[in-house]
């Protein structure tokens, strides 16, 4: 099994600032990743898939970049309802995809 | 619109089986590879099993020969078929739409673009 590890766990962040969620892969995964969010009681929603493409309806503030084994989530200006919990997920190893641990994104 | 509704979740003793639905709206379900993904309590996300456009069907190793997805074209519904639950079977169960990709070079990838909103099963005696 591919293992994905999220890096902070969770962190704490004002309104505008600049968030960056790190995801690592186990083996090479090329750009097969995608990020979603989810806020409590809610599913996860779709943010970024094959590692840097929005998905519709996403605000531009959301990024994803890398390839390989490391990747970035950025968040360019954090606003009120950005504060959720973060997901990677790998797709190389289809069907049996697997997910990061997820990060927190608190208010500070 | 696109819309999936899930449904069949409760409490169950260890041993007991469950059966989920989704019902999806605004596209077809056989045209479609439908995963399910489970949630434990504070936890992350797992996937659960995948059920192909074609009628192929995957699981994952903590499920397999207890979880059985399908689905009824006529309803436009998925399911899943839960036997010998456990404990650790407690969780979130989400039916997701899976947004395929397909590499001419490499093969098939996939994410997940449409979620339900969940339905808890509690195993517990």
């Known amino acids: 099994d591919i293992q994905m590890t999220q890096s902070p766990s969770s962190v704490s962040a004002s309104v505008g600032d600049r968030v960056t969620i790190t995801c690592r892969a186990s083996?090479?995964?090329?750009?097969?990743l995608a990020w979603y969010q989810q806020k409590p009681g809610k599913a996860p929603k779709l943010l970024i898939y094959?590692?840097?493409s929005l998905q519709s309806g996403v605000p531009s503030r959301f990024s994803g970049s890398g390839s390989g084994t490391d990747f970035t989530l950025t968040i360019s200006s954090l606003q009120p309802e950005d504060f959720a919990t973060y997901y990677c997920?790998?797709?190389?190893?289809?069907?049996?995809?697997?997910f990061g641990g997820g990060t927190k994104v608190e208010i500070k | 619109e696109v819309q999936l509704v899930e449904s069949g979740g409760g409490l169950v003793q260890p041993g007991g089986s469950l059966r989920l639905s989704c019902a999806a709206s605004?596209?077809?379900?056989?045209?479609?590879?439908m995963s399910w993904v489970r949630q434990a309590p504070g936890k992350g996300l797992e996937w659960v099993s995948v059920?192909?456009?074609?009628?192929?069907?995957y699981y994952a190793d903590s499920v397999k020969g207890r979880f059985t997805i399908s689905r009824d074209n006529s309803k436009n519904t998925l399911y899943l078929q839960m036997n010998s639950l456990r404990a650790e079977d407690t969780a979130v169960y989400y039916c997701?739409?899976?947004?395929?990709?397909?590499?001419?070079?490499?093969?098939?990838?996939?994410?997940?673009?449409?979620w339900g909103q969940g339905t808890l099963v509690t195993v517990s005696s």
């Open positions: 997701a739409r899976d947004k395929l990709y397909y590499d001419i070079l490499t093969g098939y990838y996939t994410w997940f673009d449409y």
């Open positions: 605004g596209f077809t379900v056989s045209s479609n590879y």
């Open positions: 059920i192909y456009s074609g009628g192929s069907t």
């Open positions: 083996q090479g995964i090329s750009s097969w």
């Open positions: 094959a590692a840097s």
């Open positions: 997920q790998q797709a190389n190893s289809f069907p049996q995809v697997t």
